[in-house]
C-alpha cells in the first residue's frame, strides 16, 4: 500500500501519556462507545495499562506515523474468542493510518479466526475492519459507557 509512512513497534511506558490524551477526547469516545466509564481517570487507565503490559498473552503495539505515535493496536481475548482492538488519535483520521496498522498487525499475528467488535453506527472503524478481511457475523446489544445506554454491536470475524 502507498500512502502515509506507518509503522509498529512494542508499546513503550513513554507512549501511554499520549495514549491517555487520545482516550480522553470527547469525540473518539463517542464513536468508541465501548469506553472507560471515566476517559478523565488517569489512575484507571495506568492501572489498565499496567495489567496490560504485564499480560504476555495481550499483543500490545504503538501505531507510528511518520515517527509520531498516533496510537495503539491491541490483541487480546475477549468473550473467549481471540480478538483485536484499535484507537487512533482523532487528529490522525481520515489518513488510511488505522487501516495500515491493522494491516501490519494482521500480518504479524496470523492467528485465525481473529474477532473484532465496534459500535453499529461506526462507519469509519467498520469500514477499517472490512477492508481489512472482517466481515460482520451478528449484531448484538451491549452498553456503551461513553453513551450511557445500549447500542448496536457488530461482531466481525477475519477467518
Not at 7 to 16: K, N
Not at 41 to 48: G, I, T
Not at 89 to 103: D, F, P, Q, V, Y
Request: hydrophobic share 45%; net charge negative; aromatic share 10%.
Amino acid at each position: 500500500m502507498s500512502g502515509p509512512r506507518v509503522r509498529l513497534r512494542a508499546v513503550d511506558r513513554d507512549d501511554l501519556a499520549v495514549f491517555f490524551d487520545y482516550h480522553r477526547d470527547v469525540e473518539a469516545n463517542r464513536m468508541a462507545a465501548f469506553t472507560a466509564e471515566d476517559p478523565d481517570d488517569r489512575v484507571a487507565f495506568d492501572q489498565r495499562w499496567d495489567r496490560l503490559l504485564g499480560d504476555d498473552t495481550v499483543v500490545k503495539r504503538t501505531v507510528l506515523y511518520d515517527g509520531r505515535v498516533a496510537g495503539n493496536v491491541l490483541g487480546f481475548e475477549q468473550y473467549g474468542d481471540p480478538s483485536v482492538g484499535y484507537w487512533i488519535g482523532r487528529e490522525h483520521w481520515g489518513k488510511g493510518i488505522a487501516t495500515r496498522a491493522l494491516a501490519a498487525f494482521l500480518e504479524e499475528v496470523p492467528l485465525r479466526p481473529l474477532y473484532a467488535r465496534v459500535a453499529a453506527d461506526n462507519a469509519g472503524s467498520l469500514r477499517v475492519l472490512e477492508k481489512c478481511g472482517f466481515r460482520v457475523t451478528r449484531e448484538e446489544w451491549a452498553f456503551a459507557a461513553a453513551r450511557r445506554r445500549e447500542i448496536g454491536e457488530l461482531v466481525l470475524v477475519l477467518g
